[in-house]
């Protein structure tokens, strides 16, 4: 415990020397503007910023690499709530209840709400790191395909189990996202599925924020030219100390479920297999499951937003683990990182935490410092980022419906994502008129490739026996708490019942 | 100093120095071609895997060195075995912006599936390595010690017996494919959607073997968590002298992994003959070279253009003959 201490300390001291604490305050800035950009995804804009990190010594540079990856986090926060589009995929739960907040004017109060459960989120998870990330790396060895299927079981169960919503709606929308999902090779065999005749655009399957930026940006702003038939809407936001002050208080509203969504998108970010989505995805079900008004989530409640802000920045820091000791980065910007980790010659494996502590401490240590750093440039860009909305509706809607095209054009650069886009967009906006829930939609199509795959490699190993995810220890706890969280509306329904007959 | 400078100046001034280069390239060689905008490195397996630290540390020394005005952008398509990957490359015919870091199933995936792709017609730019593999195990089995121990072993066990790979038709299967012909047992193939991957579910015993590169294995080899049992090799590699080859045990299996440049069918002369130059220089530098002798790779010669088109041909045929013999069904598992 000392020695940990010791260790930290000193990642500290040397995360604040001059040159990594420049480039920290540095990454965190550029990381918040390219995580808030929708068109320049974080895998571009770090590929190019990647000359910088010559110039300075390997610690600092890939100090600097994380700090961007962490301010990206932040980021994708910011143009789910004031544009409606998600920056980053991380960044789509954020949109639920953050872009319904803006709309009535609250866009300070959810912009604050996500920069405090960003911090509470990494600060969380970066304790949790330095604590126990030798037995968290063993725990996470344990996760085989079973584990991981288990995992997506009770990820889903977190979006079925949601009071409230129409429960058969519900498991079309996710039927449609598990569909949509199915689109693209067969991940056993190599064959093309669903690929409507020959179209290659479909062989990499449904990118998953051509159907996110689709359904919240072109979807959303169809449904409000139809509400406001053109009007000219200026959203009245105030900023001023005494309301900072204000939102502030809000915490104790959502410091619960913010906890909660950390502490499980920290443990989901360390499984290799699935990453920062899935983490905020089943955050905000969780939020939602376990709220006292439920209802109220997706039409503009704060803990809507910090639940899943919490969750992937946690989960950005967790996805750290299984790159140093695994080798195994959890998103495409991570991957840069192991390639900036190759080219000094610090080998991720098991052995990097004994034979590098100065790397992987000075690390740990600059996460610290870019948890704090990021939050106060946050904050202080705040009544910047909310001036957005006070944009008449005439520029705000061609800057939306262009940042849309470009953040459809740029993961893959092709005019079919573009078109496909546009699609969604005109499917969403036909669900939402329909009343049909699109987030279990979204969830599907994050979740359904990497359930697919788990439980398609189970039950090879397991030559097509069922049992196998109830046999292994870790799988049947996540089988059971899953069947728990979809039977727990039903049961809180019925005790409500009781509880009302009785008085 | 001076190349420090010019970073920087890059960097900040992208446009000016894409000016200056531009005058400098026009004052050497006159039909000289270079990249106009970012390159992007296509790798046809996931993650983590051999291919993919590959790319990352060529995308790296080409920024160190400076050797391209543009950035090179690894982009991972794993999908179908590299078929995804393939695709890409067929539908991006006369890109001058796209490269493609092979492994085998460059050669197989078009011989097991029919995706419509010939990689004949795909530009050849350099061979970088070739790599090499070792048959693994978690150091739990304590009961396998060699190879005769480990064939005995899965004969025991057979189908429950579950070896991890990267994919139905990528190299490690093929490899499987024809351990399994050789020493007559059959096993059950579980793909990942990389070596990393593969890597932790052997560490983790979620499965019982692989057939895994150097490269993805030697830092849980070095931390104990993993033993080699036997190289697939002519020689004894310098990085494991104590583990025996196939070969000196009296099995001839040996098989090579080529790690290869290639652009998509059409590419320009001018711009085949500059990604020739950088790969050249890269495949020289002291880096790639200390690379490979630490992650196992043999490095000896760089086969550029036409002699690596010449090559990729004998290894097609030698792939298809291979691929008869064991069955395309024993690969793909079905």
């Known amino acids: 415990m000392e020695s940990i201490v010791a260790l930290l300390v000193s990642g500290i001291l040397e995360a604040m020397q001059p040159t990594n604490f420049i480039m920290i305050v540095l990454g965190c800035t550029i990381g918040l503007l390219v995580g808030a950009m929708p068109g320049l995804g974080s895998v571009n804009g770090v590929a190019i910023l990647l000359p910088i990190t010559f110039l300075v010594p390997p610690t600092a540079a890939i100090i600097f690499l994380a700090a961007i990856y962490y301010g990206a986090m932040y980021g994708g926060a910011i143009s789910s709530i004031t544009l409606g589009i998600p920056g980053a995929s991380t960044a789509v739960a954020t949109v639920f209840d953050g872009r319904p907040l803006a709309q009535s004017g609250k866009a300070d109060r959810a912009l604050i709400a996500a920069a405090i459960a960003s911090f509470i989120g990494g600060t969380i998870s970066v304790i949790l790191f330095t604590l126990f990330a030798p037995p968290l790396a063993a725990f996470a060895l344990k996760f085989g395909p079973p584990e991981e299927f288990a995992l997506m079981v009770l990820a889903f169960a977190t979006f079925i189990g ?84 204000n939102n502030l208080r809000d915490i104790r509203q959502y410091i619960g479920t913010t906890t909660l969504g950390s502490v499980i998108g920290y443990f989901v970010g360390t499984l290799p297999a699935a990453g920062a989505t899935p983490a905020s995805l089943m955050a905000y079900g969780l939020a939602k499951t376990f709220s006292r008004d439920p209802d109220s989530f997706g039409k503009g409640n704060v803990s809507g937003v910090a639940a899943p802000e919490a969750g992937n920045n946690a989960a950005s820091t967790g996805s750290m683990l299984p790159m140093i000791t695994l080798g195994i980065p959890g998103s495409p910007t991570t991957a840069i990182l192991l390639g900036g980790m190759i080219i000094w010659g610090l080998r991720p494996g098991p052995l990097l935490f004994s034979e590098h502590p100065d790397f992987v401490w000075g690390l740990i240590g600059s996460l610290y410092i870019a948890n704090l750093v990021t939050v106060l440039i946050n904050l202080a860009f705040i009544p910047v980022f909310v001036k957005v909305l006070t944009l008449p509706f005439t520029i705000l809607a061609p800057t939306i419906y262009i940042l849309c095209v470009v953040g459809g054009y740029a993961p893959t650069q092709t005019m079919h994502d573009v078109w496909l886009m546009f699609l969604f967009g005109i499917v969403g906006y036909l669900l939402r008129k329909l009343n049909y829930p699109v987030a279990p939609a979204v969830l599907a199509i994050v979740l359904g490739p990497l359930a697919e795959r788990s439980l398609r490699q189970s039950l090879l190993a397991s030559q097509g026996e069922m049992s196998i995810f109830v046999e292994r220890p870790i799988s049947a706890v996540c089988m059971f708490l899953a069947l728990a969280l979809v039977s727990y509306p039903v049961i809180r329904k019925f005790l409500n019942k009781r509880r009302s007959n009785g008085g | ?87 890409y490359l067929q539908d ?35 061979r970088m390595a070739l790599d090499n593999f070792l048959l693994w195990v978690n150091t739990d089995m304590s009961d396998i010690t060699d190879l005769d121990s480990y064939v005995a072993t899965v004969k025991a066990k057979g189908k429950e017996w579950k070896v991890g790979g990267t994919g139905s038709g990528q190299e490690d299967s093929i490899l499987t494919a024809m351990m399994e012909a050789y020493f007559g047992y059959e096993v059950t193939y579980i793909p990942f959607p990389g070596g990393g991957t593969v890597a932790k579910n052997l560490v983790g015993n979620h499965i019982d073997s692989t057939v895994n590169n150097p490269a993805e294995q030697n830092e849980f080899y070095r931390a104990g968590n993993t033993k080699p049992l036997v190289q697939f090799t002519a020689e004894r590699l310098p990085a494991y002298p104590d583990i025996p080859t196939a070969k000196e045990l009296g099995h001839p299996i040996e098989y090579y992994m080529q790690r290869s440049i290639n652009g998509p069918p059409g590419m320009s002369k001018e711009a085949q003959m500059w990604y020739i130059d950088l790969f050249e220089t890269l495949f020289n530098s002291e880096e790639w070279q200390t690379f490979c002798v630490e992650d196992g790779l043999a490095c000896e010669s760089f086969l550029k253009g ?29």
Not at chain 2, 116 to 122: E, R
């Open chain 1, 162 to 245: 949601l009071g409230g919503d129409d429960i058969p709606k519900t498991i079309f929308s996710i039927l449609i996202g598990l569909v949509l999902a199915a689109i693209g090779l067969d991940i056993i065999s190599g064959q093309p599925r669903l690929i409507f005749g020959d179209i290659s655009g479909f062989l990499h399957g449904i990118n998953f924020l051509v159907l996110a930026i689709g359904i919240y940006g072109i979807g959303e702003m169809l449904w409000t030219l139809e509400t406001t038939k053109g009007d000219v809407t200026v959203h009245k936001v105030r900023m001023s100390a005494r309301s900072l002050m």
């Open chain 2, 1 to 87: 100093m001076s190349t420090i400078f010019n970073k920087s100046g890059k960097l900040m001034l992208s446009a000016v120095l894409a000016v200056a280069t531009a005058f400098g390239v026009a004052g050497t060689a006159q039909a000289e071609w270079s990249p106009k905008k970012p390159v992007e490195l296509i790798i046809m397996a996931g993650t983590g895997g051999g291919a993919d630290q590959i790319a990352r540390l060529l995308q790296g020394l080409i920024e160190k060195k400076n050797l391209s005005p543009r950035p090179f952008i690894p982009i991972n398509k794993p999908g179908g075995s590299g078929a995804e990957a393939l695709r």
């Open chain 2, 92 to 126: 991006k015919s006369g890109d001058d912006h796209t490269v493609l870091v092979t492994l085998n199933s460059f050669y197989t995936t078009p011989i097991i599936q029919d995706i419509g792709v010939d990689v004949t017609t795909f530009t050849p730019i350099g």
């Open chain 2, 306 to 334: 036409d002699e690596l088109g010449a090559y990729h041909q004998t290894e097609i045929a030698k792939h298809k003959d291979l691929i008869e013999k064991v069955g395309a069904a024993a690969i793909t598992g079905e």
